[in-house]
């Protein structure tokens, strides 16, 4: 790139940025001709604004907050119902293996018994 081509890039960049500057001065000082109302006026319309935003948000946090209440107890339900089928589950389960052990030494008794009379 030659000398005049970086020069020239130069002060493109630099009118770009004083027009920048200019369009902003500019339209601030339209905005300050054409407000409605005087700065004590905004001033309390923005302090309005923000209180009901704030009570916006404290009503979305407290509705957050009880609807994530809600989920954690229905959870909480739900693991307590989980486990009782799993205690039950548990609980038939250790019948089925005891009566299984039940019939498998009464079945070795008679077995043995069988062999005995054989011997």
Same mark, same amino acid.
């Given at each position: 790139?030659? *000398? =005049?081509? #970086? ?12 027009? /920048?500057?200019? %369009?902003?001065?500019? %339209?601030?000082?339209? +905005? /300050? /001709?054409? +407000?409605? =109302?005087?700065?004590? &006026? ?17 009503? +979305?946090?407290?509705?957050?907050? =009880? ?8 959870? %909480? ?14 609980? &038939?389960?250790? #019948? *089925? /293996?005891? #009566?299984?052990?039940? *019939? %498998? *030494?009464?079945?070795?008794? #008679? ?5 005995? &009379?054989?011997?």
């Amino acid at each position: 790139m030659s *000398e =005049q081509e #970086k020069e020239n890039k130069d002060n493109k960049v630099m009118v770009g940025a004083l027009m /920048l500057l200019a %369009g902003g001065i500019l %339209g601030a000082s339209v +905005a /300050l /001709l054409y +407000a409605p =109302q005087s700065g004590e &006026k905004t001033r309390r319309g923005i302090t309005r604004g923000a209180k009901k935003a704030r009570r916006r948000t404290e009503q +979305a946090v407290d509705d957050f907050s =009880q609807n994530l209440s809600e989920v954690v107890e229905m959870v %909480g339900e739900r693991a307590s119902e989980i486990l009782e089928k799993g205690r039950d589950m548990g609980y &038939k389960a250790k #019948k *089925e /293996l005891l #009566k299984a052990m039940e *019939e %498998g *030494e009464a079945r070795l008794q #008679k077995e043995r018994a069988r062999l005995s &009379k054989m011997l």
